[in-house]
C-alpha cells in the first residue's frame, strides 16, 4: 500500500482520567497526576473510598488543579457535571487508567459493576477511549487464580495492562505484586496517544458477522459466526483515529461497534452485503473481510413455509458473489485489503490461494474453534512474503491489533 499523503487536523488537548483504587501505592498515583500535568494534559481523578484512607482528595485537587470525584452523588448539584458525575469527564476523555488497581478494583471493572464513581465512570468511556490498569497488590493475592481470571477478563475486554512488577512490597514480602513506576505509566500514555492519530483522517470499511440465505421465509444456510473479531477490529480502527464503515450481518447488538466515527450498515444476505460494501469501498482506504459470507444461497426461494408433510425436498444452489475477489480487481494502489479464512484442512496452502487469486494484501487464517469464541488460532500471511506468522492462541482484541500493527502507517 502506498500511504497517501493526509492533510494535519488541529487536536484538542488530551485528556485522562484516573480511577484511582484503594491501595498503599495509591501515593505513586499522585507522581502520575503530576507528570501527566507537566506534559500540559487536562488531568481529571475520581477516587474510590478505600482510596481515600490513603491520600486525600486535596492532594490531588493541588496537583491536577482540578475538582477530584469522590461520590456518585452531589448534595446540591448545579450542573450537568454535578448531577452526573459518573457521566462527565468519563464520557469525553481519551484515556482512563485505573491505579492503583487492587484486586477489588480489578473484579468490579472486570464484572461491570457501578457502585462507586470510578467503576460507574468507567462503564461510562466512549469506546474510542483507550483503558489502561496498573495493578498493585500482595504477592499472594496476585497469583490467585480469580485473580488471574479477572486480569484476563478485562484484557478480553480491550484494556491494557501496565505491571506489575517484581520487588519488596509494602507489606514487607517480596515477588510480583508492585505498581509499576510512574514513569513507565506515562510512557505507556504517551504511546497511546501516538496510536491514537496513525490512521487519522483514513477511512475504513469492515465486513462483519454470518450471511444468512432464506430458502423460505423461515429458514436459511448460514454459519455461527458471532461478528466478534469485526467489532474487535472496528475499535481498533476507531482507538487509531480512522471513520468506519461497518457492514454487518445479523448478529447481537452485542457484537456491534460503537461510537462517533463508526456507520452501521445492516444487511442479510451475501448479495446485500456486496450491493453495500461496493459504493463504500470506493472511498475507503483500508478493507478487511471478516465476515463469514456463505458461499451458497438456494436457487430459489419459497414464498410460504415449506411443511413436514410436503415430503422430501431438493433443494437447488448456487454460488454467492465472490465479495473480496470482485472488490478487489478494481483496488487501487493506495489501498489496503485484508481477508479472511477459515479452513478445516491444508489451511496455509489454501490459504495462500486465496491471497493471490483474490488480490488481497494480507490474509488472516483461522479455524472453525474460533467460531463465536473470544479467541483462537491465527496465523498471517502477507502478500510478497513466503513465510507465515504463526500467532499462536490470542484474543480477538489482541489479533486485531496484531493485524493493523502489520503494516506501516505513514502521515503528514
Known amino acids: 500500500m ?13 485528556s485522562i482520567l484516573l ?28 477516587m474510590t473510598e478505600a482510596a481515600m484512607k490513603f491520600v486525600t482528595p486535596l492532594t490531588f485537587e493541588a496537583v491536577t488543579q482540578g475538582r477530584v470525584l469522590t461520590d456518585l452523588f452531589f448534595k446540591n448539584p448545579l450542573t450537568k457535571e454535578e448531577t452526573y458525575p459518573h457521566l462527565y469527564p468519563a464520557t469525553e476523555v481519551s484515556v482512563f487508567i485505573a491505579l492503583p488497581a487492587t484486586a477489588d478494583l480489578i473484579a468490579k471493572l472486570a464484572t461491570g459493576l457501578g457502585g462507586d464513581v470510578v467503576c460507574a465512570s468507567a462503564l461510562s468511556l466512549p469506546i474510542t477511549c ?11 493475592m496476585w497469583h490467585q487464580s480469580i485473580v488471574q481470571e479477572n486480569v484476563q477478563k478485562l484484557e478480553n475486554h480491550g484494556w491494557e495492562r501496565v505491571g506489575p512488577e517484581e520487588g519488596m512490597l509494602a507489606c514487607g514480602m517480596t515477588g510480583l505484586g508492585r505498581m509499576a513506576e510512574p514513569e ?19 477511512r475504513v470499511l ?33 482507538k487509531m483515529g480512522a471513520s468506519v464503515d461497518f457492514v454487518t450481518g445479523p448478529v ?15 444487511v442479510t444476505s451475501a448479495e446485500e452485503m456486496f450491493s453495500m460494501a461496493k459504493p463504500l469501498s470506493e472511498k475507503s482506504d483500508i478493507w478487511i473481510f471478516a465476515a463469514a459470507v456463505a458461499d451458497h444461497t438456494p436457487l430459489s426461494k419459497q414464498d410460504q413455509k415449506i411443511a413436514r408433510n410436503q415430503g422430501e425436498q431438493t433443494l437447488l444452489l448456487k454460488s454467492t458473489p465472490d465479495i473480496a475477489g470482485t472488490l478487489c480487481r478494481k483496488k487501487k494502489k493506495t489501498q489496503l485489503a485484508i481477508g479472511f479464512a477459515l479452513e478445516t484442512e491444508a ?16 490474509i488472516v487464517l ?23 506468522d504463526d500467532w499462536g492462541i490470542l484474543s480477538k482484541q489482541e489479533c486485531a491489533k496484531k493485524i493493523f500493527d502489520s503494516f506501516s502507517w505513514e502521515t503528514a
Not at 500511504?3 to 494535519?8: E, P, R, T, V
Not at 467460531?371 to 483462537?376: H, P, R, Y
Open 366 to 388: 483461522n479455524g472453525v474453534s474460533s467460531f463465536s469464541a473470544e479467541s483462537g488460532h491465527f496465523q498471517f500471511l502477507k502478500a510478497g512474503k513466503k513465510e507465515t
Open 206 to 238: 469492515i465486513l462483519s458477522g454470518p450471511t444468512h440465505e432464506y430458502w423460505d421465509p423461515v429458514r436459511f444456510i448460514g454459519n455461527r459466526s458471532s461478528g466478534k473479531m469485526g467489532k474487535a477490529l472496528a475499535e481498533e480502527a476507531l
Open 19 to 46: 480511577g484511582i483504587g484503594g491501595g498503599v501505592a495509591a501515593y505513586k498515583a499522585v507522581e502520575v497526576a503530576s507528570f501527566l500535568r507537566k506534559e500540559n494534559w487536562d488531568v481529571s481523578v475520581a
Open 2 to 14: 502506498t500511504s497517501q499523503s493526509l492533510q494535519s487536523t488541529p487536536q484538542r488537548i488530551p
Open 252 to 266: 447481537s447488538d452485542l457484537y456491534l461497534p460503537r461510537g462517533m466515527n463508526v456507520s452501521i450498515h445492516k
Open 130 to 140: 483507550r483503558k489502561i490498569f496498573c495493578p498493585a497488590m500482595n504477592v499472594e
Open 347 to 362: 489451511g496455509v496452502t489454501r490459504a495462500r490461494e486465496k491471497l493471490k487469486n483474490k488480490g488481497l494484501d494480507a
Open 184 to 202: 513507565t505509566i506515562v510512557t505507556a500514555v504517551k504511546r497511546t496517544f501516538s496510536e491514537s492519530s496513525v490512521l487519522l483522517g483514513r
